[in-house]
């Protein structure tokens, strides 16, 4: 019996294959491999990269953001790396920078392949900014892109019956009057407020220290 030399367990894929669903979202980056090597840079741009990341090892971070930082910066001098020799070098002068990276966001957004998103790009322009403050060139000049603002769900019945119980449980044991909470709610009937304040016996035990007892 003749068997392959290099067996796969049950369940995962050989190199060079890829599930049916594994398609990125329209305007993200495609998943890596695991393995796969990462984008190759010229010898003084990869020794920029490896300064930036044992700086970025000495910060505060997640593990998962300084992967991400590096990964952009990475992707940024890869694109640098093959444009024409500008007059002026990005990586030393502020101008240039400037519209380096200007240039890298429309790239992006217009010519990549897959175009990023709007929310990908200001994520690569963070890591930009952070790369370049710490070789103290500071912020580039360049604005974010506008992310499209999505509408608040509105609450079902439930979910507005249990914030009202929680507003107005909280206002009476706060020792609002009862009228001015009814009318914040807007209940016109104190019955109906009673409806949604949940009194415990700690908070009727502690209503009963401020009756007066003759002694």
């Known amino acids: 019996m003749v068997t392959s030399e290099k067996a796969f367990p049950p369940g995962s894929q050989p190199p060079g294959t890829t599930s049916e669903n594994t398609q990125p ?4 980056a495609r998943p890596k491999r695991h393995g ?20 970025l090892e000495q910060v505060p971070l997640a593990a998962d953001t300084r992967r991400t930082y590096t990964s952009r910066v990475r992707m940024y001098l890869a694109w640098l790396a093959e444009r024409p020799a500008a007059m002026q070098d990005p990586l030393t002068d502020r101008r240039a920078r ?21 929310r990908y790009v200001n994520n690569a322009l963070a890591a930009l900014d952070d790369f ?3 070789r103290g060139l500071g912020k580039a000049d360049v604005g974010r892109e506008d992310i499209p603002k999505t509408a608040p769900k509105a609450m079902n019945a439930p979910a507005q019956i249990r914030w009202l119980r929680a507003i107005v449980t909280q206002l009476i044991r706060g020792g609002e009057d009862l009228v001015i909470v009814a009318e914040m709610t807007g209940h016109t009937r104190l019955d109906t407020l009673r409806v949604y304040s949940q009194p415990t016996k700690e908070d009727k035990q502690h209503a009963l220290r401020h009756l007066t007892v003759d002694r």
Request: no cysteine; net charge negative; proline share 8%.
């Open 25 to 28: 979202a329209a305007g993200e």
């Open 36 to 55: 796969a090597r990462p984008t190759p840079l010229p010898t003084d741009y990869e020794q920029l990269l490896a300064e930036y990341s044992a700086a």
């Open 98 to 118: 400037d519209w380096a990276v200007r240039d890298y966001r429309h790239y992006l957004l217009r010519e990549a392949d897959p175009r990023r998103s709007a």
């Open 132 to 134: 370049h403050l710490r």
